[in-house]
């Protein structure tokens, strides 16, 4: 079973940054890949959104909150996590977020999702 393990939240005030984190893994032997890696909020009264997504082709998704400000991006030294960087944070973007993830585990293509981490937004 894959599991999906975030980081990185936390307390900012208006107009901080914050970066998330997000890795894969799975037991030992098992080869996975990584098809899509996404991130998704939510927030009070609301209901779950998209904030991003990156499939393996490189195709980016920007839900219209992100564009501009957050940017979601892998590196090739960390193939399994993906990372949302978010500048210029506002109250409004106080929510729990997410990682989504498309993975091919042997013959079998699933979605999973990470537990959520909270991101909170003073101002």
């Known amino acids: 079973q894959v599991q999906l393990v975030e980081s990185g939240g936390g307390l900012v005030k208006a107009g901080g940054s914050l970066r998330l984190s997000c890795t894969a893994s799975?037991?030992?032997?098992?080869?996975?890949?990584?098809?899509?890696m996404g991130w998704y909020r939510e927030a009070p009264g609301r209901q779950r959104e998209l904030v991003a997504s990156?499939?393996?082709?490189?195709?980016?998704?920007y839900g219209d909150s992100a564009k501009g400000r957050f940017t979601i991006f892998r590196e090739n030294a960390k193939k399994n996590t993906v990372f949302l960087q978010m500048n210029s944070l506002k109250p409004e973007d106080t929510a729990v977020y997410y990682c989504?993830?498309?993975?091919?585990?042997?013959?079998?293509?699933?979605?999973?999702w990470g537990q959520g981490i909270q991101v909170t937004v003073s101002s």
């Open positions: 990156l499939n393996d082709g490189g195709s980016i998704t």
């Open positions: 799975a037991p030992s032997g098992n080869v996975f890949s990584l098809k899509v």
């Open positions: 989504r993830s498309l993975i091919r585990l042997g013959q079998s293509d699933d979605w999973y």
